[in-house]
């Protein structure tokens, strides 16, 4: 009998039919029984439905089909201009509009090639509200990374005419991510209104570095890293391509991307040298250069003094309370959290840890009594991702907090001086709105809204009666106050945006292209806000009435956000350890002049004519993808065996990420075997369902071959999925059958004997899989290179009914726990595991649970198995070190542990405890690639008799070995140097 098969995916074309049909009733049954993990979060979902322009494919759910209609609208001139610009015309883009996300963002995959763009506007300037259609730019930026990984020119598009059109995307493999974001970022900016490169919040970040002489290297700029600033990669990248633009004419983008795709696996540096004729650090230093030249006026500023405490880290502008300063901040070495703050001695006490929705989602009560927060929920529905923006009422004595809406998408909530009354914004498809929130039920009230216009950064006045909010409309931005007297009007989330309190909102800065962002009342007469009217960001006053504007504070790199504190000036600022709170003795300038540019006047929708849409329904069917030669011998029946083999692959996806299919085929000459992987999944519902195909050839022993068959089918129904605050929780039932053909021998033999062959063991095995997932993980700072607290539990059983199974009636059971907690040391962790399984069949078997370095398999005689470990694991350090391409090594850390096992039966009385004991030590790297990271570790074994009855001997009792995680007792496992194999279950 060979060994249990994972619980998914799972089945058998040969399974009995009353049992197939009780596994697809119990799929069915149990898929409408758990409820949606979404829940509230994922109202009205009624399925996809798909839009076509000469270009374009857009999937989209119906209640965003006024988005795409704007998206329609313009799409074929943005593709004109984008593909004109790259020097290529894919025939076809698929677009995935996501309207569940309660972000401004989108990516391009080459997994199927696609967009997903996300329709939510900006919260708040700092991410960038400076388009006129923030919506093209979105496009503009996303097709510009499409129409590169669809390149028809080069070496990969030559091999995709035979492997398939996703080898294309393999361009960007070999791509710095400075130059794959850095020309994105061009063209949104060359081909909107907007754009970062016009944004002075982007420009700030890049001044704080030139004018420290702290600028990250280009190389460092080739992949993201926790050190500030985030966005380096696009910031590093646009300063480039502009820099390349101004001085080698508009086409230099063409011709050395045309050069880089000839042959790609250098990397862009031949081509950036042959297209220009100097290397691109020269280029690089030179632009810098430039900068440093171009901003030495601005040294002559003097710059306010720091309130915030030194070191790498992001401190918020705080809300000021009768009981002190209230704040969120973000730094490498603590967790995102809301603090309360004493500036004179720079102290804080932690009140609740969470990542907020946005920099400002913070609000509090003037005595200090009372905070509410904005921020995300995470999970998955029937339409895939959710992220949902919510509010929060947090006791800062306590720190505990309570939910205030749910699925309400609000976020940048403000209490107003007494407490009674709560604001924010809430977002609807590309627009947003202000609202009233009742706190106790959470219910709605709308108080302004404009149709295709954004609300952002609203602030009470001091006695509560009127709020000023930021107001964006087709890239103009204004500044209006609104009596909170007026009307309102109860609403639901889903009520679409149209004109209301329009002419009751009265005009502080009218409509204009001059940027106006971040108001709070300085007193009962006058408005602070920031603006890059004078082209940098400053400190502005002006009175109630429009009139008496005034300049309060400069600062070298931009005060990009301020209050008056008193006699003086608090503002928010950037430096090249991050965001920083700043202070300055207040000076007005008298005799400023009035905002520039002209004013719109009377607010009105003025939405632009969008086109009929003529929608069909959408299928998400896989697109296959491409396929490849391997080179191994790819079989999960011999996972443990890394060989050389001739070997195909190859796959399709669909768009929306619910079907795939694999398919994979290779063949070991040693033994004349081939091996078989074929695989198709796809969703029901949030459950997954899969059908999977293994055949295969493996050396157990010198004397064992085995030769195994097995179809799986089943699901994976999820019962919880959510990261809320600084918590992530997950639990998921996997149900399914196995069914397994397997033969042994003594000696090798091949394929071509079949199975049932003269002199071969032929056993037959029919089991019906259940299992259980959990898992709860906290996180921690960006240092916190292992999880603070985790939780993890799983167990399996495969039951293997009469009649079905050569082996007759049985059960194999296997389960994992871990929990991992502080140390009194800061930063590390202590866990506790523990491993079992047990086995109702006769033995001898082979160990099913064994210690990590994958040591000789151990034949075992009692049915129950138990293996206990306790690990230290540490980080050592966060770094910022290039390795080549995209990677860099973004920190390093270590652990050792010590496990014990023993075999034990039906009894106490039985446990027999393994003569030796195992230890090991670790080291993680962790390694940054593009826009992302993930670990890999590096781990040595040894077992060894603490009695030392046994001499050791490092051919068998010291083992190497790798994991792709943090977590080697419970991540994925790879024994190096081993000559046996992965244990399966002896037929007995």
Same mark, same amino acid.
């Given at each position: 009998m060979s060994e249990p098969q994972e619980p998914f995916p799972l089945g058998s074309s040969r399974l009995p039919r009353a049992s197939l049909a009780a596994?697809?009733?119990?799929?069915?049954?149990?898929?409408?029984?758990?409820?949606?993990?979404?829940?509230?979060?994922?109202?009205?979902?009624?399925?996809?439905?798909?839009?076509?322009?000469?270009?374009?494919v857009f999937v989209y759910e119906p209640r965003d089909q006024a988005t795409v209609s704007e998206f329609v609208s313009f799409a074929e001139e943005v593709y004109d201009e984008v593909t004109a610009?790259?020097?290529?015309?894919?025939?076809?883009?698929?677009?995935?509009?996501?309207?569940?996300?309660?972000?401004?963002?989108?990516?391009?995959?080459?997994?199927?090639?696609?967009?997903?763009?996300?329709?939510?506007?900006?919260?708040?300037?700092?991410?960038?509200?400076?388009?006129?259609?923030?919506?093209?730019?979105?496009?503009?930026?996303?097709?510009?990374?499409?129409?590169?990984?669809?390149?028809?020119?080069?070496?990969?598009?030559?091999?995709?005419?035979?492997?398939?059109?996703?080898?294309?995307?393999?361009?960007?493999?070999?791509?710095?991510?400075?130059?794959?974001?850095?020309?994105?970022?061009?063209?949104?900016?060359?081909?909107?209104?907007?754009?970062?490169?016009?944004?002075?919040?982007?420009?700030?970040?890049?001044?704080?570095?030139?004018?420290?002489?702290?600028?990250?290297?280009?190389?460092?700029?080739?992949?993201?890293?926790?050190?500030?600033?985030?966005?380096?990669?696009?910031?590093?990248g646009y300063l480039v391509f502009h820099y390349l633009t101004e001085r080698y004419g508009p086409d230099i983008y063409r011709r050395i991307h045309d050069e880089y795709v000839r042959f790609p696996l250098l990397g862009p540096a031949q081509a950036i040298e042959r297209a220009t004729g100097r290397g691109e650090l020269a280029l690089y230093r030179d632009m810098l250069g430039e900068l440093d030249t171009e901003l030495a006026g601005e040294r002559l500023v003097p710059p306010g003094r720091r309130v915030s405490p030194p070191g790498v880290g992001d401190y918020y502008l705080p809300v000021i309370t009768e009981r002190g300063w209230y704040l969120y901040r973000d730094t490498l070495y603590r967790e995102p959290a809301i603090v309360a703050y004493d500036p004179r001695t720079t102290r804080e006490r932690v009140i609740f840890r969470t990542p907020l929705s946005d920099s400002v989602?913070?609000?509090?009560?003037?005595?200090? =009594?009372?905070?509410?927060?904005?921020?995300?929920?995470?999970?998955?529905?029937?339409?895939?991702?959710?992220?949902?923006?919510?509010?929060?009422?947090?006791?800062?004595?306590?720190?505990?907090?309570?939910?205030?809406?749910?699925?309400?998408?609000?976020?940048?909530?403000?209490?107003?001086?007494?407490?009674?009354?709560?604001?924010?914004?809430?977002?609807?498809?590309?627009? =947003?709105?202000?609202?009233?929130?009742?706190?106790?039920?959470?219910?709605?009230?709308?108080?302004?809204?404009?149709?295709?216009?954004?609300?952002?950064?609203?602030?009470?006045?001091?006695?509560?009666?009127?709020?000023?909010?930021?107001?964006?409309?087709?890239?103009?931005?204004?500044?209006?106050?609104?009596?909170?007297?007026?009307?309102?009007?109860?609403?639901?989330?889903?009520?679409?945006?149209?004109?209301?309190?329009?002419?009751?909102?009265?005009?502080?800065?009218?409509?204009?292209?001059?940027?106006?962002?971040?108001?709070?009342?300085?007193?009962?007469?006058?408005?602070?806000?920031?603006?890059?009217?004078?082209?940098?960001?400053?400190?502005?006053?002006?009175?109630?009435?429009?009139?008496?504007?005034?300049?309060?504070?400069?600062?070298?790199?931009?005060?990009?956000?301020?209050?008056?504190?008193?006699?003086?000036?608090?503002?928010?600022?950037?430096?090249?350890?991050?965001?920083?709170l700043m202070e300055k003795k207040l000076q007005l300038e008298a005799g400023t002049a009035e905002m520039a540019g002209a004013p719109s006047g009377t607010l009105r929708e003025g939405a632009a004519p969008t086109p009929?849409?003529?929608?069909?329904?959408?299928?998400?069917?896989?697109?296959?993808?491409?396929?490849?030669?391997?080179?191994?011998?790819?079989?999960?029946?011999?996972?443990?065996?890394?060989?050389?083999?001739?070997?195909?692959?190859?796959?399709?996806?669909?768009?929306?990420?619910?079907?795939?299919?694999?398919?994979?085929?290779?063949f070991r000459t040693d033994a004349d075997q081939p091996a078989l992987e074929t695989s198709v999944q796809t969703e029901l519902g949030t459950s997954e369902v899969g059908y999977a195909l293994s055949e295969g050839y493996t050396i157990l022993s010198p004397t064992d071959y085995l030769e195994e068959l097995v179809q799986q089918a089943g699901a994976s129904i999820p019962i919880v999925s959510s990261s809320l605050f600084d918590a992530s929780t997950s639990l998921s039932l996997l149900a399914g059958v196995t069914d397994s053909l397997s033969q042994t021998g003594s000696a090798p033999f091949s394929f071509s004997e079949g199975f049932g062959a003269p002199g071969l063991a032929f056993e037959h095995d029919f089991s019906v899989d259940t299992g259980l997932s959990f898992e709860r993980t906290t996180q921690g700072s960006s240092f916190d290179l292992f999880a603070p607290w985790e939780v993890l539990a799983s167990a399996a059983v495969s039951v293997y009914p009469p009649g079905l199974s050569e =082996?007759?009636?049985?059960?194999?059971?296997?389960?994992?726990?871990?929990?991992?907690?502080?140390?009194?040391?800061?930063?590390?962790?202590?866990?506790?595991?523990?491993?079992?399984?047990?086995?109702?069949?006769?033995?001898?078997?082979?160990?099913?649970?064994?210690?990590?370095?994958?040591?000789?398999?151990?034949?075992?005689?009692?049915?129950?198995?138990?293996?206990?470990?306790?690990?230290?694991?540490?980080?050592?350090?966060?770094l910022d070190s290039p390795i080549a391409y995209s990677v860099g090594l973004a920190g390093i850390g270590a652990g050792v542990h010590l496990e014990a096992a023993g075999d034990w039966g039906g009894s106490p009385d039985s446990f027999v405890p393994d003569q030796d004991l195992y230890a090991g030590a670790e080291v993680v790297l962790n390694l940054a690639t593009g826009e992302t990271s993930f670990p890999i570790g590096l781990g040595l074994s040894v077992q060894f008799d603490p009695r030392f009855a046994t001499p050791f001997d490092p051919a068998t009792d010291l083992r190497p070995y790798i994991f792709l995680s943090t977590d080697s007792f419970s991540g994925t496992l790879y024994g190096l140097l081993s000559p046996d194999k992965a244990p399966v279950l002896m037929r007995p």
């Open positions: 596994l697809v009733l119990f799929v069915s049954t149990a898929s409408a029984v758990a409820a949606n993990p979404a829940g509230p979060l994922e109202p009205g979902f009624v399925g996809w439905k798909q839009v076509q322009t000469k270009h374009f610009f790259v020097g290529a015309r894919p025939p076809k883009v698929w677009v995935v509009v996501a309207g569940r996300i309660d972000t401004a963002n989108g990516f391009t995959t080459p997994i199927p090639p696609h967009l997903v763009l996300y329709i939510s506007p900006p919260s708040e300037p700092l991410i960038g509200l400076d388009a006129s259609s923030y919506l093209r730019l979105l496009l503009a930026h996303e097709l510009t990374h499409y129409v590169n990984f669809e390149y028809d020119k080069g070496l990969f598009a030559d091999l995709s005419k035979v492997f398939g059109s996703a080898v294309k995307g393999a361009n960007m493999t070999f791509l710095p991510v400075w130059f794959i974001e850095g020309i994105a970022t061009f063209t949104e900016t060359l081909f909107t209104d907007g754009g970062r490169g016009r944004n002075p919040f982007f420009e700030m970040e890049y001044r704080a570095l030139v004018l420290e002489h702290k600028f990250f290297t280009l190389r460092q700029a080739a992949y993201s890293s926790s050190f500030p600033p985030l966005d380096r990669d696009w910031l590093g989602s913070l609000t509090a009560s003037r005595d200090g =009594s009372k905070l509410v927060f904005a921020a995300y929920e995470t999970t998955e529905g029937r339409s895939g991702e959710i992220l949902a923006s919510d509010l929060y009422a947090l006791d800062p004595a306590s720190g505990r907090e309570r939910r205030i809406t749910l699925g309400a998408h609000v976020w940048q909530p403000r209490l107003s001086p007494d407490g009674a009354r709560l604001v924010a914004v809430e977002g609807v498809g590309d627009s =947003s709105r202000l609202v009233e929130v009742d706190e106790r039920t959470g219910a709605l009230k709308l108080l302004f809204s404009l149709g295709g216009a954004t609300v952002s950064t609203p602030a009470f006045s001091p006695d509560g009666r009127e709020v000023v909010f930021e107001l964006e409309k087709r890239g103009e931005k204004g500044l209006y106050v609104l009596p909170l007297a007026g009307a309102s009007r109860a609403l639901s989330p889903d009520d679409p945006i149209s004109a209301f309190n329009v002419q009751a909102a009265r005009p502080l800065v009218p409509l204009s292209e001059t940027g106006v962002y971040y108001p709070y009342f300085a007193g009962a007469r006058r408005v602070v806000f920031s603006s890059d009217r004078d082209g940098s960001l400053a400190l502005y006053t002006i009175g109630l009435d429009g009139a008496d504007l005034k300049l309060v504070c400069r600062d070298p790199v931009g005060a990009w956000e301020g209050e008056i504190v008193g006699d003086r000036v608090l503002y928010a600022s950037f430096r090249s350890e991050g965001y920083v009929p849409l003529q929608p069909g329904p959408y299928v998400d069917l896989p697109r296959f993808l491409a396929w490849a030669p391997l080179p191994i011998y790819y079989s999960s029946i011999a996972s443990e065996e890394l060989l050389l083999a001739p070997g195909a692959i190859l796959g399709g996806l669909s768009n929306l990420g619910t079907t795939s299919y694999l398919a994979a085929l290779s =082996s007759g009636l049985g059960a194999v059971a296997s389960g994992l726990a871990s929990l991992a907690f502080p140390s009194p040391i800061p930063h590390e962790v202590v866990k506790l595991g523990v491993k079992a399984s047990y086995v109702t069949f006769p033995g001898p078997f082979y160990e099913l649970t064994t210690p990590r370095g994958a040591f000789n398999p151990v034949l075992q005689d009692l049915p129950g198995r138990a293996l206990v470990a306790l690990d230290y694991e540490f980080p050592i350090a966060l």
